[in-house]
């Protein structure tokens, strides 16, 4: 079946700009996280959902950064007023949270995002 | 989650086997040992895991000693399509993942 899919892959963005990266989830995932990915560097880990309630958003670096998951399926990763330093690829991944698994996580392609 | 100590870089001659080391000393009771690789421009792919028993898939075995304080991840043909950065993580089911810098892994031919 299909993996998980993000959208755009590459977005430029003038400073100060608003932006929205969209994450597709393996259908009937329960659980979706999201990451940044600084060039040279692992992800690390912003935000998680299980289905719409977000649980985690520790890793958000500032109130810049908004996540929603309105329905438990398609999620929107928003970053308003856009600086130099959010650049970075964002990843979006999707575990099935099946009770009893080891659930694991499937990782999107990622949106990289360039900061003017 | 329990930090993980990988070696920075490493090489491996093609059709060899790549064995690529993983410490995670403050590993607790109820976390798994996940491995990923990252080749350019790609998301992370997942490979393998496992709790205390050696696993073996179609990609990868996973070594992961008897104190859980270590792994290894084993590629037992490497092929240039091998080269990538490998990522360890240990974490609980369901919790989030932290990723340190990896080894970037190069098969040579």
């Known amino acids: 079946g299909a993996g998980v899919s993000q959208s755009p892959r590459y977005k430029v963005a003038k400073r100060g700009q608003d932006v929205a990266l969209r994450c597709d989830p393996i259908?009937?995932?329960?659980?979706l996280f999201w990451y940044q990915q600084a060039l040279g560097q692992g992800p690390e880990f912003l935000t998680y959902f299980q289905n719409e309630a977000q649980l985690d958003k520790s890793g958000l670096p500032s109130d810049r950064f908004f996540a929603e998951r309105p329905e438990g399926s398609v999620s929107t990763l928003k970053i308003q007023r856009t600086q130099q330093e959010d650049s970075a690829v964002y990843l979006c991944a999707s575990s099935p949270n099946l009770a009893g698994s080891t659930d694991t996580q499937y990782f999107g392609p990622g949106t990289r995002l360039t900061v003017l | 989650d329990a930090k993980t100590t990988q070696p920075p870089s490493m090489d491996c001659a093609e059709g060899r086997a790549a064995n690529l080391p993983c410490n995670h000393s403050t590993i607790s009771g109820n976390e798994y040992v996940y491995w990923y690789r990252q080749i350019h421009s790609q998301g992370p792919q997942y490979i393998i895991h496992?709790?205390?028993n050696n696993e073996t898939n179609e990609m990868a075995s996973l070594i992961i000693t008897e104190d859980r304080k270590s792994s290894t991840l084993i590629l037992p043909h490497a092929t240039l399509r091998d080269t990538a950065v490998y990522y360890c993580i240990v974490r609980v089911v369901s919790g989030k993942s932290t990723f340190g810098d990896g080894t970037t892994l190069t098969v040579k031919p």
């Open positions: 496992g709790l205390k």
């Open positions: 259908s009937g995932h329960v659980s």
